[in-house]
């Protein structure tokens, strides 16, 4: 453990009853004291903090940061103003999905900023170096620059603004430069949980100050686990349960990331072959009995095998077990009954539309 | 967090611990095991009658966020399950060690109990 990375808030977690997990080399807490149910309910009543300081950020500056990254993602990034966002993701050259990242326009043409998963992000700056040489453009890898915390939740806009003037103006998928005591951190109004919220980019100095300020707002820590059952209920991708190396992205809900309209992408070819090919789909399912689905279970459609599930859980604020499942697209009518295979038992289950919940 | 761990039960390196009158054994998971899995919320028991096997899985309990095999302490046939976890799992967070019973076994031999771990040993293991 003691090679894990720590974020600027490591030392708060440890002293406030944060349990430690080590999480895509990073020592993180996975809950806090309340535990799980709490924190997840607490950010859908009020606001939770989410230490996400460990995500990688890399910047893409130079005459032609925007071709590069016109090169290395599908979506339409050519249409982003500045202060606007966009959830993409990069494709290898088979078509697969390196990482799903968010892009940020700074400046128009010449700069740009990528935030990338944690487990990620060593690849995905091998990626770039090796597929930007063509540009005019420089890739500074900025993950040691920026703490990153952020407040998710029904109360995450009001408890901001009285910190942080003015950040209740920015739209969805909008962000700016704000002036937060001294300096300024960079807000966005994103997330990762299904609620209204910021993602704030800090310094490191300055983010356990941040984090203790929002605290003081109101706000509680929330940990791993729980920031898992948010993205779950809202049906966000998570890499590695839905997205892959060697998934297509189309069985994947990222084809509306996709715009085949562009000029030239990588692996562009290759993902309208995948687009074709795809023969399954992403979709949700309740199980109908008392028993809960878990990542690589199999899904049945009478006795045949159709699929598996690709993340479950016992959903905190429905009470019902769910799961979103990768299966046969004959087999995911809306409504339609399937089975889970849980251990030794066949459980009933249901397609039902995806989020399962979602409050922004 | 300091965990009681009674001196007159028997543990296992799982997690298990394991109460023996004559040769009845009542098996449930510790304080640390339950407070380590978090806010449990689904048992899956064997039936009465069903037979176990020393150091074999024979049922789970799961948190919101894990899976987590239960491994008999002893061999035997189980003669009782708690059906009160089967509508309130949430009784092994809140009394593991009495109403979070998991089953009763009719153990074959007393001799497996040897290869249990006690209290003192058990509460070394935690430590770590």
Known sequence: M?????????????????KMVNYAGWDMPVQYQKGLVSEH????????????????????VGSEALKALYFLSPSNVEKLEEGESCYSFFPNEQGGVVDDLLIYCFKKQKDYLICVNASNAEKIGEHIKKHSTDFDVQIVNECEMWGQVAIQGPEAIKMTTELISGVDKLERFHFGSFD????????????????????????????????????????????????????????LNLYGNELSEDCNPFERRMAWTVDFKKLNFMAKDRLVELKEKASRKLVGLKVLERAIPRAGYEVLDGDEVVGLVTSGTMSPSLSEPIAMVWIDKKSAESDKKLKVQIRKKQVEAQITPLPFLKNV | MIHKVPEDLYYTKEHEWAYVDENIVTVGVTSYAQENLGEIVYAELPDEGQKVTQNEPFGVIESVKAVSDLYAPVSGTVIETNEGLMD????????????GWLIRIEMDTEKELASLIKAGEYKKLIAK
């Open chain 2, 88 to 99: 309130k799992p949430g009784i092994l967070n809140d009394d593991p060690w009495n109403d």
């Open chain 1, 41 to 60: 309910e607490f950010t859908r009543k009020k606001a939770s903090l989410f230490d996400v300081s460990h995500m990688g950020e890399f910047r893409f």
């Open chain 1, 180 to 235: 937060y005591k001294d300096s300024s951190v960079i807000v966005a109004r994103t997330g990762y949980t299904g609620e209204d919220g910021f993602e704030i980019f800090v310094s490191p100095d300055q983010t356990e100050e941040l984090w203790k300020d929002l605290l003081a707002k109101g706000a509680e820590p929330c940990g791993l686990a729980a920031r898992d059952t948010l993205r779950l209920e809202a049906a």
């Open chain 1, 2 to 18: 003691s090679d894990a990375k720590k974020t600027p808030l490591h030392k708060w977690h440890n002293e406030n009853g944060g």
